[in-house]
């Protein structure tokens, strides 16, 4: 199973909004509402910020969203702010009953 | 409170085994499905294995079959992973996660495979 394709990095200022993309396959991402977005800080452990394609855990700001088209699924943070600057990782369940993790975005507020 | 705390971690010699356990409080593992990820130093997550609620049902990765094991023991409520061959590229921080969102992450054990 090859992983996700995720930009290796995406940059915005303050206050503007970015999108994270993550694209697979039928057999993952398109086939299946089980893809989910986590963001890891330095040192830290991965933290859930949407599952299901565009939910949001209670606790999340709503400035994170996510969506899908076909095979490719995105992370979109609005209103970005300092404290956003992290690595964002996308997985998904696969036809195979197992998940797959995204390459991993690096996510620099300017 | 929701917690998983893992532990079992060190530095190993290659060909040697391990067994990392990852204990839960605040809810059962007969409830949920649980994961292993690990995270290579510099490197990106990678999906290891799963364990379903009924504890019958387990998927792994490509990379990991055959030397790498998920079980649980619901008596104490931990999970394990039973890493059999270290190799050198085994070297990682090995988090466990509840749920197939994998909503909550301990904070890793990190394993480090070298003469």
């Known amino acids: 199973q090859s992983a996700l394709t995720q930009p290796a990095s995406v940059s915005g200022s303050p206050g503007q909004s970015i999108t994270i993309s993550c694209t697979g396959t039928?057999?993952?991402?398109?086939?299946?509402?089980?893809v989910s977005w986590y963001q890891q800080h330095p040192g830290k452990a991965p933290k859930l910020i949407i599952y299901d394609v565009s939910n949001r855990p209670s606790g999340v700001p709503y400035r994170f969203s996510g969506s899908r088209s076909g095979n490719t699924a995105s992370l979109t943070v609005s209103g970005l702010q300092a404290e956003d600057e992290a690595d964002y990782y996308c997985?998904?369940?696969?036809?195979?009953?197992?998940?797959?993790f995204g390459t991993g975005t690096k996510v620099t507020v300017l | 409170q929701v917690q998983l705390v893992e532990s079992g971690g060190g530095v190993v010699q290659p060909g040697r085994s391990l067994r990392l356990s990852c204990a839960a409080s605040?809810?059962?593992?007969?409830?949920?499905?649980m994961h292993w990820v690990r995270q290579a130093p510099g490197k990106g997550l990678e999906w290891m294995a799963v364990i379903l609620y009924d504890g019958n049902n387990k998927y792994s990765g490509d990379s990991v079959k055959g030397r790498f094991t998920i079980s649980r023991d619901t008596s104490k409520n931990t999970l394990y992973l039973q890493i059999n061959s270290l190799r050198s590229e085994d070297t990682a921080v090995y988090y466990c996660a509840r749920d197939t969102t994998m909503d909550v992450w301990g904070q890793g054990t990190t394993v480090t495979v070298s003469s």
């Open positions: 605040g809810f059962t593992l007969s409830t949920d499905a």
């Open positions: 039928s057999s993952d991402v398109g086939g299946y509402n089980y």
């Open positions: 997985s998904s369940y696969t036809s195979s009953s197992t998940y797959v």
